[in-house]
């Protein structure tokens, strides 16, 4: 028996436990200095508000609440906000809801981190992302995303590996198609087969210059890493851009 879900891809394969257990090694350490460097370089004010887009279980949104931020985390999975919100206190709010249309209020800053974007079937829900982030910053706030850099990930694309997590072999393709970095995911659990895929816009630095423009958003900064050093088209591994 295979198991391959019809709805899109992502809030089928988000809702598994298995998404989880795939990339439960994921360095964390690493995200977390990513969000000290980067709410230092904007200089979001002490008791600042942030609004985290496709925030998963909300593990980030928790540790920028630590920093003394008010952060709501929003991700369009209903199994992620139910786990996150048994996080929830005064200041650090979990809801599902779809970032390509606006989320009530607005905020000291929006992150949209560790390539959550580039999911849509619909490309106009690209635009309408950055066009309600756009309408969520305050006067003073700033926008952040956090994409992979297309041109570094194809150069090193790995076609086929696969990889042993909690006794479950995951057999990992990967391609590119249609303008689509696409992950095939295969694996066998409890007598059943399961098959996922993963398709992210390759979006470039030029594809979010368009968006930005078409949006009527101003990029103020790129930078290809997490300590925010210089990007470099071809040896960066992130594209990280700031906005607003």
Same mark, same amino acid.
């Given at each position: 028996?295979?198991?391959?879900? +019809?709805?899109?891809?992502?809030?089928?394969?988000?809702?598994?436990?298995?998404?989880?257990?795939?990339?439960?090694?994921?360095?964390? =350490?690493?995200?977390?200095?990513?969000?000290?460097?980067?709410? $230092? #370089? /904007? $200089?979001?004010?002490?008791?600042?508000?942030?609004?985290?887009?496709?925030?998963?279980?909300?593990? !980030?949104?928790?540790?920028?609440?630590?920093?003394? #931020?008010?952060?709501?985390?929003?991700?369009?999975?209903? *199994?992620?906000?139910?786990?996150?919100?048994?996080?929830?206190?005064?200041?650090?709010?979990?809801?599902?809801?779809?970032?390509?249309?606006?989320?009530?209020? &607005?905020?000291? =800053? &929006?992150?949209?981190?560790?390539?959550?974007?580039?999911?849509?079937?619909?490309?106009? =829900?690209?635009? +309408?992302? @950055?066009?309600?982030?756009? *309408?969520?910053? $305050?006067?003073?706030?700033?926008?952040?995303?956090?994409?992979? $850099?297309?041109?570094?990930?194809?150069?090193?694309?790995?076609?086929?590996?696969?990889?042993?997590?909690?006794?479950?072999?995951?057999?990992?393709?990967? !391609?590119?198609?249609?303008?689509?970095? @696409?992950?095939?995911?295969?694996?066998? !659990?409890?007598?059943?087969?399961?098959?996922?895929?993963?398709?992210?816009?390759?979006?470039? /630095?030029?594809?979010?210059?368009?968006?930005? *423009?078409?949006?009527?958003?101003? /990029?103020?900064? &790129?930078?290809?890493? #997490?300590? /925010?050093?210089? #990007?470099?088209? *071809?040896?960066?591994?992130?594209?990280?851009?700031?906005?607003?």
């Amino acid at each position: 028996m295979t198991y391959s879900p +019809k709805k899109q891809w992502y809030t089928s394969w988000f809702d598994t436990p298995y998404y989880h257990i795939l990339y439960k090694d994921r360095d964390y =350490a690493e995200a977390q200095i990513f969000m000290d460097n980067l709410t $230092n #370089y /904007l $200089n979001i004010p002490e008791d600042g508000s942030i609004l985290d887009l496709a925030c998963g279980r909300g593990r !980030h949104a928790i540790y920028l609440n630590k920093l003394g #931020y008010r952060v709501t985390g929003i991700d369009l999975s209903e *199994q992620n906000i139910a786990h996150a919100k048994q996080y929830e206190k005064k200041d650090l709010t979990f809801e599902v809801h779809d970032m390509s249309t606006p989320f009530p209020g &607005v905020f000291d =800053a &929006v992150f949209n981190l560790f390539t959550s974007f580039g999911y849509f079937e619909d490309d106009s =829900a690209n635009l +309408k992302t @950055i066009k309600s982030i756009k *309408q969520e910053l $305050n006067p003073a706030g700033f926008g952040v995303i956090d994409f992979m $850099n297309v041109p570094f990930v194809t150069d090193h694309l790995v076609p086929q590996n696969s990889k042993r997590v909690e006794g479950i072999d995951f057999n990992l393709k990967r !391609h590119v198609e249609d303008g689509y970095i @696409i992950k095939n995911i295969s694996f066998s !659990h409890q007598g059943k087969d399961f098959e996922f895929a993963e398709r992210v816009k390759a979006f470039t /630095l030029s594809d979010f210059e368009q968006l930005f *423009q078409d949006a009527g958003v101003y /990029l103020l900064d &790129v930078f290809g890493d #997490y300590h /925010l050093g210089r #990007y470099h088209p *071809q040896n960066s591994q992130r594209l990280i851009m700031i906005f607003k």
